[in-house]
């Protein structure tokens, strides 16, 4: 009987301990849920890179209504070509920043990005974030996607921009020793999100500034760097293009950008 007790006892303790750690870890998970969401929020609703702006060019101070459109991740197999097509219809250039394992897989299509006077920008070769780099690993992956995108296209870029801007001062510098200006933008589309191309269309023709420094995606998707639905930037071009016409604005590459005037 006393046996029996202590067993039950034994039982009862084993549960309460197993429910109390499972009620712990639900609300481990819980909060991890929340702030997962908080996060995504604040990087829906506001951009993070307006604190990395020190040490990059982000917008340009001029006295003409000249804009850059600018595109991270491609070349994508899929939605370049279709947002190549969109620019050529419109007759605008832009400024494409490009990873360079894309530029392995897809040769053609960084190809066709400069035979039709479109800009390419090294943005590293596999998307990584640069902050947890040495910087000997930082010098050798600039490089090396430089090499890539040289020996495919035959242009050597002299623009780059850091995977999801996040770049400290000190590696800021290296880059610089490199020869190369770093960008970044003043209006984030979001089109990552993605947001109707209307609501993006009416969002940078409210804020749009002489000098703004556009930024779009040609692939990658919220956690990768390849693939994603581009739908809505494709679609984006041809009113932005129209409405920004209306407002007296010239589309350039950023290389026109920054030779017409003073830099932000």
């Known amino acids: 009987m006393v046996d029996g007790m202590f067993d039950q006892e034994f039982i009862d303790d084993n549960m309460n301990s197993f429910v109390n750690h499972l009620i712990l870890n639900l609300q481990v998970l819980l909060w991890g849920v929340v702030i997962f969401e908080l996060v995504m929020l604040f990087c829906i609703f506001f951009d993070q890179a307006v604190f ?40 605008i250039k832009a400024t494409f920043f490009m990873v ?18 479109h800009i390419i920008g090294n943005h590293g070769y596999a998307h990584s974030v640069l902050l947890y780099y040495t910087d000997e690993e930082l010098e050798e992956e600039i490089k090396y996607t430089e090499l890539v995108i040289q020996e495919i296209t035959g242009y050597k870029t002299k623009y780059f921009r850091p995977p999801k801007a996040w770049l400290g001062l000190g590696k800021k510098k290296i880059i610089k020793s490199m020869g190369y200006e770093i960008i970044l933008w003043s209006l984030n589309s979001k089109d990552w999100v993605p947001f109707p191309h209307g609501y993006m269309v009416r969002y940078i023709v409210r804020n749009i500034k002489d000098g703004d420094i556009l930024l779009f995606h040609d692939s990658g ?31 350039v590459t950023i290389e026109e950008l920054l030779s017409d005037s003073k830099i932000s």
């Not at 370049?80 to 969109?86: F, G, W």
């Not at 894309?102 to 040769?107: A, C, L, M, R, Y």
């Not at 760097?225 to 984006?236: A, E, H, N, P």
């Open 221 to 251: 998707g919220v956690f990768k760097s390849r693939g994603g639905d581009r739908t809505q930037s494709v679609l984006m071009i041809p009113p932005l293009v129209k409405e920004l016409r209306k407002k007296g604005f010239e589309f």
């Open 52 to 91: 990395l702006r020190r040490d990059t060019i982000f917008q340009v101070r001029t006295a003409r209504k000249k804009v850059a459109l600018t595109f991270d991740d491609g070349p994508s197999e899929f939605w370049t070509p279709r947002i190549l097509d969109e620019l050529k219809k419109a007759g």
């Open 100 to 117: 360079g394992f894309h530029v392995k897989k897809f040769p053609q299509i960084a190809q066709r990005v400069l035979k039709e006077g």
